[in-house]
């Protein structure tokens, strides 16, 4: 049974760029979470999706990042016009039911903005 | 605002010593709390949890306490091993207004040495 799985493990981008980072939840796991690490810090919560819906976005900077869980297909945290600042750790992590305090991660994508 | 920290950033043991990691919590109305461990370059691996409606919960070599009083968790880790080297973080769930999300503490790292 695999994991909680993300792509691409490292994604390098330019200021400006727009960076689209993958999760696909463990098998039968229908509700998945964004966290963002900086070095040295603890992750933070950016959002909870469950099928083509959002649940809580409460962590979500207001501009510039979007999150999707589309019915097909694995879920998409996308960054436009990034910055140096969105230079971080990208944890997806998902469990099977709610409350979703069991959640299993994935590696990571590790971004850097040049 | 409410937080989750840890006392100490880094801890070191010697092999086959116990190790205790402190986490303090300022949210009395968690209800969820976890203890992850995150190896360099990984994602965060489930440890152990434990309600709040309990002191106690024991695993394989790793016991975590709950102390409503003082607003305490401590991982406690036996015949500690070099595998047991990483960054252990703290989390809590649930509550007023926790929802599904996890907040997550900063970090201790635990350095084994031989």
């Known amino acids: 049974n695999a994991g909680v799985m993300q792509n691409p493990r490292h994604l390098v981008r330019r200021r400006g760029q727009e960076a689209r980072l993958r999760c696909s939840p463990m098998?039968?796991?229908?509700?998945v979470y964004w966290y963002r690490q900086l070095p040295e810090e603890g992750l933070k919560f950016m959002v909870y999706?469950?099928?083509?819906?959002?649940?809580?976005e409460s962590g979500m900077p207001k501009e510039r990042f979007s999150a999707e869980f589309p019915k097909e297909g694995p879920s998409i945290l996308r960054i436009q016009q990034v910055v140096r600042g969105d230079s971080a750790a990208y944890f997806c992590?998902?469990?099977?039911?709610?409350?979703?305090?069991?959640?299993?991660f994935g590696p990571g994508t590790r971004l850097t903005v040049t | 605002g409410e937080s989750v920290g840890l006392h100490l950033p880094t801890l070191s043991v010697q092999e086959g010593d116990n190790s205790i990691i402190n986490c303090a919590y300022s949210?009395?109305?968690?209800?969820?709390f976890i203890w992850y461990k995150q190896e360099s370059g990984k994602g965060p691996q489930f440890i152990i949890d434990?309600?709040?409606?309990?002191d106690k919960r024991q695993g394989q070599r790793v016991t975590v306490l709950l102390n409503k009083t003082v607003k305490n968790l401590s991982l406690q880790i036996a015949a500690t091993q070099p595998g047991d080297s990483a960054v252990y973080f703290c989390?809590?769930?649930?509550?007023?207004?926790?929802?599904?999300?996890?907040?997550f503490g900063t970090g201790t790292q635990l350095k084994v040495e031989l």
């Open positions: 992590a998902s469990s099977p039911y709610r409350p979703a305090y069991e959640q299993y």
């Open positions: 098998k039968g796991h229908s509700h």
């Open positions: 999706l469950q099928k083509e819906n959002i649940i809580d």
């Open positions: 434990i309600r709040s409606n309990m």
């Open positions: 989390a809590e769930g649930g509550g007023t207004g926790g929802g599904n999300k996890l907040t």
């Open positions: 949210n009395s109305a968690s209800d969820y």
